[in-house]
C-alpha cells in the first residue's frame, strides 16, 4: 500500500468502498506545521463518474485499485461520447467527454500512442502521448526572417484548440504539441 505522496496522476485508488480515478493531484505545505504535505487529489468514481476532491496527509496509506491500459485509435463521436477502437482486438471503447475535456483538445484520428485506462472493466481516462503533431488551420501570415527566438501568434489547429506559435509558422504547416503544458515544441519532421 502506496502512501499519499507516492500516488501519482491517472492512478486509481480504492477510497471509502469505491475505486476511484486520480484526475489531478495539488501538493501543498501547510505554514507552521511541523512535517507534512497536504496533497489534494480531484478523483471520479469509475461507476457513477461522480467528481470528488479529497485532501491526505502525505503519510496516509492508500490502496491502489487494479487497472488495465490498451492501445488505441480514435473512432468518432458518438453524441457526448467519444469512440476509440483497441489496436489489439479492434474492441471499441466508449469514455464521456467530459471525463476526458483535457485531452479532448488535441484527440484526432492521425494520434499514434493513445491508451484507453481501464478499471473494473469500465473505461475511465485516457493516456495520451506528451507530444501530438496536428496541423495549423488558422494564423496570422508568417513573417520572413522571423527567428524562432522571436515574438509569438496565436494558431488555431485542426483540433479547434489554439496555442501560440513562433512567427515563422504559417497556415499548412504541421506542429508538435506539448500537451500537458499546450505549448508549441517544434515544428513536425512529417
Do not use: C, H, W
Not at 484527440?107 to 472493466?121: A, F, P, T
Not at 489547429?157 to 513562433?166: A, E, K, R
Amino acid at each position: 500500500m502506496p502512501k499519499a505522496s507516492e500516488i501519482k496522476k491517472n492512478s486509481a485508488i480504492e477510497f471509502n468502498g469505491n475505486t476511484y480515478f486520480v484526475k489531478d493531484i495539488q501538493r501543498s505545505v501547510p505554514q507552521g506545521r511541523a512535517g507534512g504535505s497536504i496533497y489534494r487529489m480531484r478523483m471520479y468514481d469509475v461507476v457513477t463518474g461522480n467528481k470528488i476532491d479529497e485532501a491526505f496527509k502525505d503519510s496516509d496509506m492508500l490502496t491502489l485499485a487494479d487497472l488495465t491500459k490498451r492501445p488505441v485509435t480514435f473512432s468518432y463521436m458518438d453524441g457526448d461520447e467519444f469512440v476509440f477502437m483497441s489496436t489489439e482486438d479492434y474492441t471499441p471503447y466508449n469514455i464521456n467527454k467530459e471525463s476526458i475535456a483535457e485531452e479532448a483538445q488535441f484527440i484526432n484520428e492521425s494520434i499514434e500512442g493513445m491508451q484507453v485506462i481501464i478499471v473494473n472493466d469500465q473505461p475511465v481516462a485516457l493516456d495520451m502521448p506528451t507530444t501530438v503533431e496536428l496541423e495549423v488551420v488558422e494564423t496570422d501570415p508568417s513573417i520572413k526572417g522571423a527567428s524562432a527566438t522571436s515574438r509569438t501568434k496565436p494558431a488555431t489547429l485542426s483540433t479547434g484548440v489554439t496555442v501560440q506559435v513562433p512567427e515563422y509558422i504559417s497556415t499548412g504547416d504541421k506542429i508538435k504539441v506539448n500537451i500537458e503544458e499546450k505549448k508549441f515544441s517544434g515544428r513536425s519532421d512529417s
